[in-house]
């Protein structure tokens, strides 16, 4: 990816420019981070598609969260954590909840006689939110079901957005969740504990990620996207990281297509004017008995 980096170097100028709007502190980047937000779980793609974020000297997640989306993009718990709620939906999506989740909802339904959807959000400007979709209320006695988490290079942190330091290279995701994690392949044991199924594992998506969100934040994106092998290889990237089944095969081969497609683009070179030719003499001529011609007939137009 290194490569593809050197590519997008323009990126750093076009950060400067298009996040100034979150007040990013002032001096060097420590790094850049990738980051996104998805409801690939329930078939609705990514709120938020990946990019990267420049980060700053001790920033955590939460900070570079709020950097990359801007206060009014998401809810919080009210307190001192950074226990997000809900994000923004930027367009209306339609759900297409997979076979696995649904056949894990209606085992839940049975064995625990349980039959409570959340409520639905899908219209642009509504926040979807913990609960929305799958809200399981056990008898009263407490609730849960779906709602965010995050992970960084593909791990789930043991502590809050606000407590984790951000490295240069990480890929932060948002996801969004029927089952404590366990249905987009981070398990945080809830599932189990609580006596649900078991679900597929899920690919490493990080490196695919990293490039797309690489593309995405380049100043020469529109150029690059007018290469035909780039941009069929961006829209098969995008594609396999909507899709929440994709195999790690699918995946990797995603990522070589893409990183191969940009390693190999040639920047269009600058037209050159044309030389200008010398006129033989009789083209002089010719050019000359044309301006008389139009000059004296001008002049005649002018006087009668």
Known sequence: MKKVLSVLIAASLFFTL????????????????????????????????????????????????????????????????????????????????????????????????????????????????????????????????????????????????????????DVIRWQFTFFWGADIGHDTGWAEYMGGGTFDAKANKDGLIYSVASLNASANKTDLLKDSKILAAYNNANDILSDIAAAQTSVDDALSSLDSAVDSYVEPADPVDPIPTEKSFFERIVAFFKWLFKFISDLFSDLF
Do not use: H
């Open 18 to 169: 298009a996040i100034s709007v979150f007040a990013a502190p002032s001096g060097e980047p420590a790094g850049y981070a990738a980051i996104s937000v998805d409801a690939n779980v329930i078939g609705a793609g990514y709120l938020f598609e990946p990019t990267l974020v420049p980060f700053y000297a001790d920033e955590t997640v939460a900070d570079i969260t709020d950097r990359f989306l801007g206060s009014e993009n998401y809810n919080k718990a009210s307190g001192s954590g950074f226990y997000v709620t809900g994000f923004k939906l930027t367009n209306d999506i339609t759900a297409n909840i997979s076979s696995e989740i649904q056949d894990e909802i209606d085992y839940w339904a049975v064995e625990y006689e349980i039959d409570n959807e959340g409520e639905i959000k899908n219209k642009a400007g509504e926040f979807l939110s913990e609960n929305d979709y799958w809200d399981i209320d056990f008898w009263g006695m407490f609730r849960t079901g779906s709602g965010w988490m995050y992970t960084v290079n593909n791990d789930i942190p043991s502590f809050g957005a606000n407590e984790m330091k951000v490295v240069d290279g």
